[in-house]
């Protein structure tokens, strides 16, 4: 069962950065794919930006220039570092994985492990 850890929420000013991360946990296969997606109260989950152990990454237009998806394999993380926030950014975020790799997409019936969430709040 993988496990997925996220950290690095906070409320920030509008122009401000923040950097999230998401440790994984319990891959059964060489090769997998993760992603983050969030949700604002009331809206529909938004995949914004995935990234596979094998270095291909997709980001959605509404961030890409903004937001950087990276990832550290060797110890199972990926890294979101959104830069230029805005009160539009404010949402819960969400680590998602799948395994093994077909792809990074951003479509949220794609994954099978999700994180709990960390909130992002971004005040104009």
């Known amino acids: 069962q993988v496990q997925l850890v996220e950290s690095g929420g906070d409320s920030v000013q509008s122009g401000g950065s923040l950097r999230l991360s998401c440790t994984a946990s319990?891959?059964?296969?060489?090769?997998?794919?993760m992603a983050w997606f969030r949700q604002a109260p009331g809206a529909e989950r938004e995949g914004i930006a995935a990234?596979?152990?094998?270095?291909?990454?997709n980001h959605a237009g509404s961030v890409r220039g903004r937001f950087t998806i990276s990832q550290d394999n060797s110890k199972n993380t990926l890294f979101l570092q959104m830069n230029s926030l805005k009160p539009e950014d404010t949402a819960m975020y969400f680590c998602?994985?799948?395994?093994?790799?077909?792809?990074?997409?951003?479509?949220?019936?794609?994954?099978?492990?999700w994180g709990h969430g960390t909130q992002v709040t971004v005040s104009s």
């Open positions: 998602a994985a799948f395994e093994p790799n077909h792809g990074p997409s951003l479509k949220a019936s794609r994954y099978n492990y």
């Open positions: 319990g891959y059964r296969y060489d090769t997998y794919c």
């Open positions: 990234g596979c152990n094998d270095g291909s990454t």
